[in-house]
């Protein structure tokens, strides 16, 4: 079976710090990771997918995740956060030959002036 | 493309009644996925169809709930008779199929069952 865990329920941060939201994984098959951020009363919006090649992954608003496969792992960091990053953050995982997403719990990101 | 689209964007009922929830997915894209998103359980997938068929309901949770996908651009969640447990926001996803494809959300419906 797979699955997903977000470490942190909760990442407060200062404006313009740098920030992490940690990501493992377990499968017992090959998986493509993908982060999604959730603004307050919205859906869920894709910010960067790993499928292969390069590990390191750069998606939309300046965020980038690392894919680590022998830590099983698939951070994600910005080097400098804005007010507007505030929002709920998931990892999840697509398992090879399988066609459905499976999500973490989910870490929100709290962007403090 | 407008996106996946779902209504109603917020649905109050009672105890007892039946709700329906509606999605159109984006055109061209042949998987779907219902997700049930609540303060305690987090984001769960409820049930996905591929080329309209249902391929895993494992995640219903239980008789009262129901999925159709009549035809590629229109699905529906069914709860009936609906519980003030089952308020959540529950959210439509579609994709291309394949295991490297990204799924689109709709904006989700926000049902309060009182």
């Known amino acids: 079976a797979q699955s997903v865990t977000q470490l942190d329920s909760q990442v407060p941060v200062f404006e313009e710090a740098p920030v992490e939201l940690r990501c493992n994984y377990s499968?017992?098959?090959?998986?493509?990771l993908f982060w999604y951020v959730q603004y307050p009363n919205q859906g869920l919006q894709l910010l960067l997918k790993?499928?292969?090649?390069?590990?390191l992954v750069k998606g939309i608003n300046g965020f980038e995740a690392e894919f680590n496969k022998s830590q099983t792992s698939f951070h994600l960091r910005k080097p400098s956060v804005h007010i507007s990053d505030t929002a709920e953050y998931f990892c999840?995982?697509?398992?090879?030959?399988?066609?459905?997403?499976?999500f973490g719990a989910g870490t929100r990101l709290a962007v403090h002036p | 493309d407008a996106g996946v689209i779902q209504s109603p964007r917020h649905e109050v009922t009672e105890m007892g009644q039946e709700v329906t929830l509606r999605c159109k997915p984006i055109?061209?894209?042949?998987?779907l996925f219902w997700y049930r998103q609540t303060m305690m359980r987090g984001l769960e997938l409820l049930i996905y169809?591929?080329?309209?068929?249902?391929?895993?309901d494992s995640g219903m949770p239980e008789d009262r709930f129901s999925a159709k996908m009549p035809n590629a651009s229109f699905s529906t969640l069914k709860i009936q008779p609906s519980e003030p447990r089952d308020s959540a926001v529950y959210f439509c996803?579609?994709?291309?199929?394949?295991?490297?494809?990204?799924?689109?959300f709709g904006q989700g419906t926000r049902l309060t069952v009182v």
């Open positions: 996803a579609s994709k291309k199929t394949g295991e490297n494809t990204e799924a689109f």
């Open positions: 499968s017992s098959v090959s998986v493509y």
């Open positions: 790993y499928l292969s090649g390069s590990t």
């Open positions: 999840a995982v697509s398992p090879g030959g399988y066609n459905k997403l499976i």
């Open positions: 055109s061209g894209h042949n998987s």
């Open positions: 169809f591929n080329n309209n068929v249902p391929i895993d």
